[in-house]
């Protein structure tokens, strides 16, 4: 494989914005399709092991990879995470003020997260781990916090008035470090063929 994206790749264009990454999309765009997109269960299972492999070998050391053009030293990645402990730091208070409410303190969401409500709309899903927010890629999670629930089928109001892009990144953060390491590798799996469709 030529273009093999790794946790420290992936911390680099989420943090700095490379590969697009500060900009979530508009709702109904190609980077939403692109969370919605599906790939067959050897695809997946090819890229769910590989990422593991990479998350377990590229992550956890500091290497020439995570120097800066100064020779500076960047932020380092939560151990076989594309984050850094200063994302979930600050995304703690951002998702205190503004998802706690409807998705639980602790990212459970609501106990019904998968029946219809009266209303017609899902009430909030988990973010720890338990829900579906694993299935999507970043630029899907991003941008259903800017834009809100995607066809309405929700309740999940859109942010991008309130929320600056860091806020979001600090928030996915902050709800993906309570994820296992098995669904971390599973939604980097997701995340790598997300790439590797919208490239």
């Avoid at 900009?23 to 269960?41: K, Y």
């Avoid at 600050?90 to 998702?95: D, E, F, H, I, L």
């Avoid at 106990?111 to 338990?130: C, E, I, M």
């Avoid at 990144?169 to 902050?174: G, H, K, P, T, Y």
Wanted: hydrophobic residues 35%; proline residues 6%; charged residues 20%.
């Amino acid at each position: 494989m030529a273009d093999v994206m790794n946790c420290t790749t992936l911390h680099r264009q989420v943090l700095h914005g490379g590969g697009d990454m500060k900009t979530f999309g508009e709702p109904d765009s190609p980077l939403l399709e692109a969370g919605r997109t599906a790939f067959d269960s050897r695809t997946a299972l090819r890229c769910m092991l590989l990422s593991i492999s990479l998350a377990l070998a590229a992550c956890t050391d500091e290497d020439e990879s995570t120097r800066t053009d100064s020779g500076q030293s960047e932020p380092q990645t939560v151990q076989s995470r594309w984050y850094t402990a200063d994302n979930v730091s600050r995304g703690a208070p951002v998702y205190e003020q503004y998802c706690a409410a409807c998705h639980g303190k602790k990212g459970q969401g609501s106990f019904t997260w998968r029946q219809v409500g009266a209303d017609g709309k899902y009430p909030p899903p988990p973010l720890n781990g338990t829900g579906h927010a694993w299935h999507h890629p970043i630029r899907a999670l991003g941008s259903q916090i800017k834009f809100g629930a995607p066809g309405g089928g929700g309740k999940m109001p859109g942010f991008a008035q309130t929320l600056s892009d860091q806020d979001v990144i600090d928030v996915i953060a902050w709800f993906q470090d309570k994820w296992s390491d098995e669904i971390y590798a599973a939604w980097f799996a997701r995340e790598l063929q997300s790439r590797s469709t919208t490239q």
